[in-house]
Nanobody, 124 residues
Framework: QVQLVESGGGLVQAGGSLRLSCVAS????????MAWFRQAPGKERERVAA????????YYADSVKGRFTISRDNAKNTMYLQMNSLKPEDTGVYYC?????????????????WGQGTQVTVSS
């Protein structure tokens, strides 16, 4: 089992920045590809960014490219999401998720472990 705990959410004005963190425990962190998903009220959950087990490959949804940066520190068992130039449409609950490094980073499927989520609210 992998336990994931997110932090760093909050209320910010449009144009502002936040950094989310996800701390993992229970299994070897570097065995997992990681991702950030978000779910806005009334909308389906979407994957916004993903990072390979080594950090060498990343994925971004078109809606966040150029504004968000995903990273990880395997020595600290932690993944980050730096969010800049935030927009009201970035509002939602952000979840970190993990899947085995054996599965392709490009697919949004296969994430077996999830955190409890952290709320991000961007005011206009």
């Amino acid at each position: 089992q992998v336990q994931l705990v997110e932090s760093g959410g909050g209320l910010v004005q449009a144009g502002g920045s936040l950094r989310l963190s996800c701390v993992a425990s229970g299994r070897t962190f570097s065995n997992y590809n990681m991702a950030w998903f978000r779910q806005a009220p009334g909308k389906e959950r979407e994957r916004v960014a993903a990072i390979s087990w080594s950090g060498g490959s990343t994925y971004y949804a078109d809606s966040v490219k150029g504004r968000f940066t995903i990273s990880r520190d395997n020595a600290k068992n932690t993944m980050y999401l730096q969010m800049n130039s935030l927009k009201p449409e970035d509002t939602g609950v952000y979840y970190c998720a993990a899947k085995s490094r054996l599965y392709a980073l490009g697919s949004a499927d296969g994430y077996d472990y999830w955190g409890q989520g952290t709320q991000v609210t961007v005011s206009s």
